[in-house]
């Protein structure tokens, strides 16, 4: 079955900087990825997504950018904020099924 | 803006007991979802549930486990005799077919 890595585990950055992370995905049957924002007691929030037919999708400050060939895609978050602290998650579906999450990612941004 | 909403907050049993978790989904949704994430760990897929029946579960969702929507709004998970390591954050999800939403979550403490 699929199985998504993410890394880093934990990142760290300073306010305004950029931050960035990877997952790699096993299932080239693959075509839909999201990634979520978790904060501290609360469910997961979607926050972007990208379907395999595009190879880069923006909104505002965050970016989603997807590799088919390599089985890989990014979360590229610009001019950070002490806000977007939490853990993020990337997902991998088939047909927007079940998602297959990552490890996540614990994100600080410190002022 | 809808929203997914979860009953209890946090569920405290015992060893052995049945606990049923609540979840209002989006209402003009049609697939719904639960998934559970052990402390500190990613979050997991137990099962799919779309025009009123099964449609995937995990190798985690066992006979101790199941689903219903009794009626137009409600989901709910049971599961029949609590084990320790059901300990976890249930989180319900619903989709109209693409993005999924999940819940705050429900804390399951089994004792």
């Known amino acids: 079955g699929e199985n998504v890595e993410q890394h880093p585990s934990t990142l760290s950055v300073q306010e305004g900087d950029s931050a960035v992370i990877k997952c790699t995905y096993s299932?080239?049957?693959?075509?839909?990825f999201p990634w979520y924002k978790q904060e501290l007691g609360k469910g997961p929030q979607l926050i972007i997504d990208i379907r395999s037919n595009v190879g880069e999708k923006k909104d505002q400050r965050i970016a989603v950018t997807l590799n088919k060939t390599a089985k890989h895609f990014s979360l590229h978050i610009t001019e950070t904020q002490p806000e977007d602290s939490a853990v993020y998650f990337c997902a991998a579906s088939i047909n927007t099924d079940k998602l297959i999450f990552g490890t996540g990612t614990r994100l600080q941004v410190f002022p | 803006e809808p929203e997914v909403t979860q009953t209890p907050s946090h569920q405290v049993t015992q060893m052995g007991q049945e606990v049923i978790l609540r979840c209002v989904p989006i209402s003009n949704h049609l697939y719904f979802y639960w998934y559970r994430q052990i402390l500190g760990q990613k979050v997991e897929f137990l099962v799919s549930f779309y025009n009123n029946e099964i449609s995937e579960k995990s190798e985690i969702f066992d006979d101790q486990f199941s689903v219903e929507r009794p009626d137009g709004s409600n989901f709910t998970l049971k599961i029949r005799s609590t084990k320790l390591e059901d300990s976890a954050m249930y989180f319900c999800?619903?989709?109209?077919?693409?993005?999924?939403?999940f819940g705050p979550g429900t804390r399951l403490t089994v004792t």
């Open positions: 999800a619903s989709s109209f077919g693409i993005e999924a939403y």
């Open positions: 299932d080239s049957a693959s075509n839909y």
